[in-house]
T-cell receptor, first 114, second 116 residues
Framework: AQSVTQPDIHITVSEGASLELRCNYSYGATPYLFWYVQSPGQGLQLLLKYFSGDTLVQGIKGFEAEFKRSQSSFNLRKPSVHWSDAAEYFCAVGATSGTYKYIFGTGTRLKVLA | GAGVSQSPRYKVAKRGQDVALRCDPISGHVSLFWYQQALGQGPEFLTYFQNEAQLDKSGLPSDRFFAERPEGSVSTLKIQRTQQEDSAVYLC??????????????FGPGTRLTVT
């Protein structure tokens, strides 16, 4: 069965520090992978996506993610965190057949210290 | 252009009441998804429409949940005889994809349902 694991429920970093949010997936074929961000009271905003090709993907707001097939991972990174990055981050895998629904991880809540 | 909109944004229902949640997808988007997000959890798939056809309702938790999209645009998620475990944020998403997962889903702000 398809699944997504985000091992870190909460992460706290200082403003200006680097960030890595972990995501591991379980999927039979090459998955379609996404990172979304959710601010309080807001909907989900797409940060970046991976379908195929270059395994290092650039997204909005200075985020990037690297697809590593051998580790079944798609970790999100940012070199220097801003206070406005405080939010909840969700990794998702998109089914490549049938409904094309997304399967989400449980999320990582990021806190940024000034 | 306008994004996905949902109404109401907040709904409080007494246990046993029926509720109807509305989703206005992005104009022209073929695919529409409903997800349920419980507190502290990621969204979980409920149902999927391609135009007016409900192609997948495998995620609906019980027969109290019903969704429709009669004209292939606006969708309504209806929950009958609400229970406390129905308390969650209900997210709607739309996609221009009708046959490929390569088109990302655009999410609305959600409807927070609280059942008392």
């Amino acid at each position: 069965a398809q699944s997504v694991t985000q091992p870190d429920i909460h992460i706290t970093v200082s403003e200006g520090a680097s960030l890595e949010l972990r995501c591991n997936y379980s999927y039979g074929a090459t998955p379609y992978l996404f990172w979304y961000v959710q601010s309080p009271g807001q909907g989900l905003q797409l940060l970046l996506k991976y379908f195929s090709g270059d395994t290092l993907v650039q997204g909005i707001k200075g985020f990037e993610a690297e697809f590593k097939r051998s580790q079944s991972s798609f970790n999100l990174r940012k070199p220097s965190v801003h206070w406005s990055d405080a939010a909840e981050y969700f990794c998702a895998v998109g089914a490549t057949s049938g409904t094309y629904k997304y399967i989400f991880g449980t999320g990582t809540r990021l806190k940024v210290l000034a | 252009g306008a994004g996905v909109s949902q109404s109401p944004r907040y709904k409080v229902a007494k246990r046993g009441q029926d509720v109807a949640l509305r989703c206005d997808p992005i104009s022209g988007h073929v695919s529409l998804f409903w997800y349920q997000q419980a507190l502290g959890q990621g969204p979980e798939f409920l149902t999927y429409f391609q135009n007016e056809a409900q192609l997948d309702k495998s995620g609906l938790p019980s027969d109290r949940f019903f969704a429709e999209r009669p004209e292939g645009s606006v969708s309504t998620l209806k929950i009958q005889r609400t229970q406390q475990e129905d308390s969650a944020v209900y997210l709607c998403a739309s996609s221009s994809s009708g046959g490929t997962p390569r088109r990302e889903q655009y999410f609305g702000p959600g409807t927070r349902l609280t059942v008392t």
